[in-house]
């Protein structure tokens, strides 16, 4: 399996302010065949499912707001979220989607407001 | 738009098995895996497989491999997760997730279901 980790466990940004969270894989999730990283972000929110942000690394969803970027290649990841709002507070996982049998999330980093 | 609605919270004993279902609307349900994915109390995301509604040909994560079946429905656009021989461990919130990728399996889970709890208990 590929185990995927995440730094900080937790963090508080002040209104305005950047955030950053790493996320790190095990092996590298980059396809070599078609230059793509199998890397992706989520977003939950207490009492929510997870929404997708971010997938092939740094390809932004429909709607989420350009201060959610992200960044990395093969075995190291960043989300950073520019400027933070109230409404970003919740917990942020990476998951890589590289291994076809085994889907893998990072344990989550928690964002709130300092 | 696309929905996934599942259905409510159950408390099961030990032993036990439960189905938990997933309604789709919006979309062409035969278009697009669906995978499952829980989360226990307090804790982080796991994958537990996906199913090919169009198909009905199922791949599940190893931990589940022999407790777990992913079902569909394509006439009421429902998907069906089982999970026999419950323990205390499989306490999470359950949800179905629909892939981002039309006709093939991305991986990428685009929206998501409500979850539903379920509880094991003695």
């Known amino acids: 399996d590929i185990v995927m980790t995440q730094s900080p466990d937790s963090l508080a940004v002040s209104l305005g302010e950047r955030a950053t969270i790493n996320c790190k894989s095990s092996?590298?999730?980059?396809?070599?065949?078609?230059?793509?990283?199998?890397l992706a972000w989520y977003q939950q929110k207490p009492g929510q499912p997870p929404k997708l942000l971010i997938y092939?690394?740094?390809t932004r969803e429909s709607g989420v707001p350009d201060r959610f970027s992200g960044s990395g290649s093969g075995t190291d990841f960043t989300l950073t979220i520019s400027s933070l709002q109230a409404e970003d507070v919740a917990v942020y996982y990476c998951q890589q989607y590289y291994s076809t049998a085994r889907v893998t999330f990072g344990p989550g980093t928690k964002v709130d407001i300092k | 738009q696309v929905q996934l609605v599942q259905s409510g919270a159950e408390v099961k004993k030990p032993g036990a098995s439960v189905k938990v279902s997933c309604k789709a609307s919006?979309?062409?349900?035969?278009?697009?895996?669906m995978h499952w994915v829980r989360q226990a109390p307090g804790q982080g995301l796991e994958w537990m497989g996906r199913i090919n509604p169009n198909s009905g040909g199922t791949n599940y994560a190893q931990k589940f491999q022999g407790r777990v079946t992913m079902t569909r429905d394509t006439s009421i656009s429902t998907a069906y997760m089982e999970l026999s021989r419950l323990r205390s461990d499989d306490t999470a919130v359950y949800y179905c997730a629909r892939d981002r990728v039309e006709y093939s399996s991305s991986r990428i889970l685009d929206y998501w279901g409500q979850g539903t709890l379920v509880t094991v208990s003695s």
């Open positions: 919006g979309y062409t349900f035969t278009g697009y895996y």
């Open positions: 092939w690394a740094s």
């Open positions: 092996q590298s999730v980059l396809y070599s065949s078609n230059n793509k990283n199998y």
